[in-house]
Structure formats: C-alpha cells, structure tokens
C-alpha cells in the first residue's frame, strides 16, 4: 500500500516536476514560518524569564514612604522609617512569607592597592542571595548566618566590581580590601547574570556585606528598603497585604495608606508576561499557520491535477473491482506523503537556522528553540492541512463514473 | 481450468446472466434518451455469446450494464443468481471484481505499471494474499502466452500482446463471466484472429463468454448470436458456423 503510494508519488511527481516543486516549496515556507515564529517565541519567553529572574525570583521590594492619610492624630505627609527589629517581630505574624531581608545601602569608597574605588555597598542577610539570585563563582560564597551574628567584615563582590578592582584572572577570594579604612575579606564574587530590571544600581556593580556589620560600622537604624519572597507568586498580594497590616499596627500607621511604603511586586511582571508571551505566540502561530494553509492550497490544487491526468487509470481501477475507500485512501495518502516530504523539509531547515543562529543576538532575543511543543503543533497543523488539502481531490476522484472515467 | 474450486455456486436452476425487462434511460438536462427499452437476455453457463448491432443500436449500455459498471433504469438483473439492480457503488464494485472479467477495445491496462502487476491488480481489490496472487498472476500469463514478458511494460508490447495481457487479468478472479467489447477492434487482422482463438480456447475450456462487436467474422465463432437494434433484442440465434 505505502510501496504503491511511494511509487506513484514518484511518477506523478515527474508528470509534474514544476508545478510539484512549488507545491512542495510552499510547504516548505509555510513550516519554516510556523516553527521558526514559534521558535522564536519560546527563545524570546525564555529570554525574558530569565533576565526578569535576575533580578530575583518571585520577590517583591519595598521601600518606606511617607504616610497619605492622617491616622490616629498623626497628620499625612508624616516619614514612615523602619528597622530591621520591625521587620523581625512582624514577621512570624505573616503568613505564606517564606524569605525576608532588609536592605541598607550606602557609596562608599573601596581601597585596595593603594587605588580607590567608588562602590555601591548593601548591608543585607543571608537570604537575599537566594531571593535576588546572587550565585557564587565557585570557589566563593555568599554572607553567612555566623557572618550576621559575629558582624564580621567580610564582603561580596559584584562581578564587574571585582574585575574592575582586581583585573580580569585574578580571583578576589581571600583577598582583603578596605572600607573606609575598615579592612574587609573577600568571600565571594558574583556569577555574571543578564538582568533587565534593578534598583540602586546593577547587580554586577554592587557589592554586600553583612546587615549587621553595616549598621555597627554606620550606626544606621532605618533601612533603606526591605525585599521579601512569598512562598508562591500566587500569594504575593495576600502575604503584601498581610505584611503591610502588621506593619501599620506597629508603626502606626492607617492599614489603608499605600504610600506609608512602596511596594514592587516583580511576580506581576511575570504574571504580565505569561499572558503578554501567550498572545504574542498565538500571533506567530496564527501568521505561520495562514503561510502554510497557502501552502496547503498548493497541494490540493496539484492533487485536483493530477485526479484529472489520472481519470482513466481511476476508472479502470474501479471496473476492476476498486472500491471509493481504496481510491480515496490512494490520493489522501499521496497527500499526506507531499506534505509529509515538505513538512520535514522545513523542519531541517528551521532547525538549521536555530543552531546557526547569532550567539552575539542572543541577549536581545534569546535563543530560538523547536520545542516539543512547537514540533507538535507544526505536525498537528501540518497532518489537517495534509488530510484536507487531499480530501476534495481525492472524494471527487473516488466518485467518478467508472464508465465515463474510462473513456478519458 | 477445470479443476478450478466453484467460487461462486450457481443456484440450480438459474442461468450466469438473467435480465427482465431491462430499461435503460439516459436523462441530459431536458432530453431523454431511452438506450435500452426493456430486453430480456438469459445466458448459461458455458454459452460463447456475441453481442452485435450498429453503432447506437445500445450495445455499449448493454455491455456497462451486464458488467456492473452502470445501473438499470428498470427490470431486474441477476448475475449468477444475485440481484444487482438497487445495489451500492461498493457492492457494485464487488460484484465486478468477483463475477466479471473485463476485455477492453482500448486494452485499458495501466501502463506505468509491468503486464505482471496489471494481472495482479484485480487480485489486490479482491483482498487476496500477496503469496497466492503472484502464483496466479504468473500462471495466468503462461497460459495467454506471455510468460516471458511478465516485467514488461505495457508500451512494450504489441497490440495483441497487451490483449493477451487484459485476458489474463480479465481471468484473475475466476469470473463468471468474460466480457469482451470489441476486443480485436484495435488490432490487425492476423492479431485480431489470434486474441479470436485465445478466446474459443477459453470457451472450449469452459468459461463462459460474451463479446460485444460488430465483426461478422468474430461473431460466427460464437454459440449465440444476440443482434440488438435500437435498444431492443431483434434477433437471437445460434450461430450456423459454432466452432
């Protein structure tokens, strides 16, 4: 059957050699279209997940503000300033929040080698690594809980920070700088991070150090903001919410009051993309299907051909006994095999194009990808374009009179 | 031949071919044309029948009828003791493929595919394994006398030969019945007089027979002479010269 269907493939493909080549080009295009449009749209998601998560994963940061509306005798416009004792005895009365740290910053100057730098200094807790995705070049680590308790002097390098400081080559780790004349142990350095969003400065361009050893060296009591992290991006408004009411209650403050401080809810970024990228695919995806359905008219066109050039040899099939399922199969298979042929030709190209593709682009758009997913809906449109562009030529075949096909 | 297993029993008492009252009426738009006005045809087992009259006189509509090829206006139509009038494309297209073996003035093989695969194909509509088919196929052209020409192409073949070729497919399924339409009306006389005892070889063997044509001399070989004439029998005879 599929021998058969092979063998007259060939012959009606050289009875048509131009016209099949067309046909065939254009579902060439049209999967090209489709895969490399969905490609990119996977790339490019991906792309804009991953930047996004460089600034943290999930997390949302806040900054105080001041008060908009009077509260208990207290006028509006009133300073809003918390410490990070606020933070820890609200704490334990939120629920669903699974990581909270507050932030200090400060420039200072970093000196070492007798050369002075101007740097970006955060005083944080241990769990702001995890929360803003501060990975370690191996080899180093970021701030520790004993680090916290014995305030020691001990800092965490942005990675432009420390090839800026050091030269590139040289590893930071072990090596003390000064801060503002304070000695301080280099215990990590930033892994390079794409990253498309921040506050204060890049990641790449800060450095940390404990919360705690900040405050000693400064006597600072209020933060400069606080980030924290739901247990899942679902319940970022509640845990927000929940957190801003615990907080009014103990610094006084109407539960109301959206300004008494700010809050950056990067989940909602995510949540905007999901939905930003679901459309945008759609597009794609619509676009690319309309060049294959094009393509797919080919095929029917060429099929309704070549039913015509072969009348004859359909009608003396059914004389003999051929039943309309058989003839029917016959032209639907050939279909399928037309297609099928320029289906995985695309593909190899598509494919193609993703491997060659710029690595210098990659951080702009990301990198294309024929996912599963995209394979499977290619397939998917590609066998309904296969199955209708052979139906019509292959029903109006298994139709004929056998008689008048006969005479042709 | 003769050892052949009885695919098809024939109900005692009945003929291959009963026709009642066969009509037949071509509709175009606002003409009607009557091609057939009621015939009445009986032909037994093992009768050699041919099938003369002008052209016009509704032979061609007699012959796609009795071949299953079209269906009656009216009457009734047994073919081996079944009724064909009232049955579907599918069926219709069975009862080809078991009961009648078709030869074509214009031979109508498919000549993209080897004289082998041509005799093969009723086989392969027919549902039968690839293992007994070939076997068939290839016993069958030794007997029409190609056995030596199995892989060729039918345009590599003479008109007699691709003749040959459409008996022997003709013959693939054991039908009960061969139709031939005109079969030497495409061949010179001395290929014409050879495809003529390919089929008195046939008969003699017992296959039963009808030739549509309007050769005399093809005719006189037959058992039975059927002259139709503007859609109706006018005269049925045996032949003086039955071989």
Not at chain 1, 108 to 137: A, Q
Not at chain 1, 257 to 277: C, G, L, R, Y
């Amino acid at each position: 059957m599929l021998r058969d269907a092979l063998l007259q493939l060939h012959r009606d493909l050289k009875s048509q050699k131009l016209r099949t080549l067309l046909t065939v080009f254009g579902l060439v295009w049209g999967t090209v279209a489709v895969t490399l449009l969905l490609a990119f749209g996977t790339g490019l998601k991906k792309q804009l997940i991953k930047t996004t998560a460089g600034l943290g994963d999930r997390i949302c940061i806040s900054w105080p503000g001041l008060t908009s509306i009077p509260y208990q005798g207290l006028g509006k416009g009133r300073r809003i300033r918390i410490t990070d004792e606020d933070l820890q005895s609200v704490r334990p009365r939120v629920d669903g929040l699974k990581r909270m740290s507050s932030e200090y910053s400060d420039g200072w100057k970093m000196v070492y080698n007798l050369r002075t730098f101007p740097v970006d200094v955060s005083g944080v807790s241990p769990e702001f690594g995890d929360m803003r995705n501060l990975i370690p070049v191996p080899g180093g680590r970021f701030l520790n809980d004993l680090d916290m308790r014995d305030q020691r002097r001990v800092v965490f390098l942005g990675n432009k920070v420390a090839e800026d400081v050091f030269g590139k080559g040289t590893d930071p780790v072990g090596k003390t700088v000064l801060f503002n004349g304070s000695p301080f142990l280099v215990i990590g350095v930033l892994t390079a991070k794409q990253q498309d969003s921040s506050y204060n400065s890049r990641d790449s361009d800060l450095s940390w150090i404990p919360g705690t050893t900040f405050r000693a060296l400064t006597g600072r009591k209020y933060l400069s903001n606080f980030v924290y992290q739901p247990a899942s991006a679902l319940e970022s408004k509640a845990v927000t919410e929940s957190l801003r009411s615990a907080l009014s209650r103990r610094l006084k403050f109407d539960p109301e009051d959206k300004e008494a401080f700010s809050v950056w809810d990067v989940t909602e970024q995510f949540q905007f993309f999901e939905v930003f990228m679901l459309a945008f695919t759609l597009f794609l995806g619509i676009v690319g299907s309309l060049t294959l359905v094009v393509g797919g008219i080919g095929v029917s066109n060429i099929m309704n051909v070549v039913v015509d050039e072969r009348t004859k040899e359909i009608g003396i099939k059914m004389a003999l006994g051929a039943k309309s399922g058989a003839i029917l199969r016959q032209f639907l298979v050939e279909t399928l095999i037309v297609t099928a042929i320029g289906g995985l030709a695309g593909f190899a190209i598509s494919l193609g194009i993703c491997a060659v593709f710029p690595a210098s682009l990659e951080e702009y758009v990301g990198r294309p990808e024929v996912s599963p997913v995209v394979a499977g809906i290619t397939v998917g449109i590609l066998g309904i374009i296969g199955l209708l562009a052979g139906w019509f030529p292959a029903r109006s075949a298994a139709r004929l009179d056998p008689v008048v096909a006969m005479k042709m | 031949m003769s050892s052949r297993p009885e695919k098809n029993p024939l109900p005692t008492g009945r003929a291959i071919i009963e026709m009642d009252g066969i009509r037949k009426v071509y509709d175009t738009g606002k003409v009607k044309v009557e091609a057939l006005k009621g015939v009445d045809l009986r032909i037994e087992k093992g009768e050699f029948v041919a099938i003369v009259g002008p052209s016009g006189s509704g032979k061609s509509t007699l012959m796609n009828l009795l071949g299953c090829l079209d269906t009656p206006s009216g009457g009734d139509y047994f073919i081996g003791g079944e009724k064909v009038a009232g049955l579907t494309r599918d069926a219709l297209a069975e009862v080809r493929n078991r009961r009648v073996g078709f030869v074509f003035q214009a031979f109508n093989l498919l000549p993209q595919i080897s004289a082998f695969e041509n005799v093969e194909m009723p086989l392969v509509f027919g549902g039968v394994p690839p293992k007994v088919r070939r076997a068939k196929a290839a016993e069958l052209l030794g007997k029409v006398g190609l056995g030596d020409r199995m892989d060729h192409k039918p345009t590599e073949l003479s008109g007699g030969q691709m003749q040959r070729v459409a008996i022997a497919r003709a013959l693939a399924m054991d039908p009960d019945i061969v139709l031939a339409d005109e079969p030497t009306g495409n061949l010179d006389t001395t290929s014409g007089t050879d495809i003529m005892g390919v089929f008195l070889d046939l008969w003699k063997q017992g296959s039963t027979l009808v030739v549509i044509t309007h050769d005399m001399v093809l005719a006189r070989r037959a058992s039975r002479i059927v002259e139709i004439r503007d859609g109706r029998i006018v005269s049925d005879r045996a032949a003086e010269q039955a071989a």
